[in-house]
């Protein structure tokens, strides 16, 4: 038994040990994502290309509903930093732009600000305290990782910001669209949001939700 075990152990600590020494492992986006990532490419075929990126010079198209945007650099479009746990991002908040609550699964955030000026906050998951600051550039948040967050262009002049998360995938999930933006019926989401059925289908019929 002693022995079944040990030989256990030191196979796991072998498995760990060459994934350890590994350089990097870009990822190949020609196969599936998987929990613990892509697969890694060929290093054969891995070049300088693959730690570069240059997709944040040029935000996304604003979103004329939130009047913001968020251009990811995550591994499925930045295939270097797979495996690494970390990932950024570019927020573009035109006057009167907002993030909607919403939480990333995955990681946690830090934002930095670059021009205008950012309120954001986060809502604790122990007694639903309330963080919040009004940032001006060159200014930094931290947004623990699964915690319901915000960002509001609280100035005269569209904002900029970038962040960065403590993984490559950190999901996102914003609380408006999942409660409004699906088939979830009217009645169930009046019974968990306190909320009268008519405001409900209102935000479901601007979200794009039925039922």
């Known amino acids: 038994m002693y022995f079944q075990t040990f030989f256990i152990f030191s196979l796991l600590f072998i498995s760990s040990s060459h994934a350890a020494v590994l ?23 891995v070049t300088a290309d693959d730690f570069a990126y240059s997709g944040l ?13 968020v251009t990811p650099a995550f591994a499925p479009q930045f295939p270097g930093l797979n495996g690494l746990g970390i ?3 570019r927020l573009d908040l035109a006057v009167s732009g907002v993030i ?16 205008g000026y950012i309120c954001a906050g986060f809502v604790s998951s122990s007694d639903n305290k309330v963080f919040f600051k009004n940032l001006k ?19 005269k002049t569209a904002a900029l910001a970038v962040v960065s998360f403590s993984s490559q995938t950190p ?39 039925t039922n």
Do not use: R, W
Request: proline share 9%; glycine share 12%.
């Open 57 to 69: 010079a040029t935000p996304v198209k604003l979103n004329p509903l939130i009047k913001a945007a």
């Open 137 to 155: 550039p060159g200014d930094i948040m931290v947004f623990p990782q699964g915690l319901l967050h915000f960002q509001i262009n609280s100035g």
């Open 171 to 209: 999901g996102l999930q914003i609380t408006d669209f999942a409660l409004f933006a699906n088939d979830l019926p009217t009645e169930i989401v009046a019974a968990t949001t306190f909320l009268d059925a008519a405001t409900i289908k209102k935000l479901k019929g601007v979200l794009g939700g």
């Open 100 to 115: 909607p609550m919403h939480t990333h699964p995955g990681g946690s955030e830090v934002l930095y600000v670059v021009q």
């Open 23 to 45: 350089d990097f492992c870009v990822g190949d986006l020609s196969l599936p994502d998987g929990p613990g990532g892509y697969s890694c490419k060929k290093p054969s075929k």
């Open 87 to 89: 990932s950024m991002a």
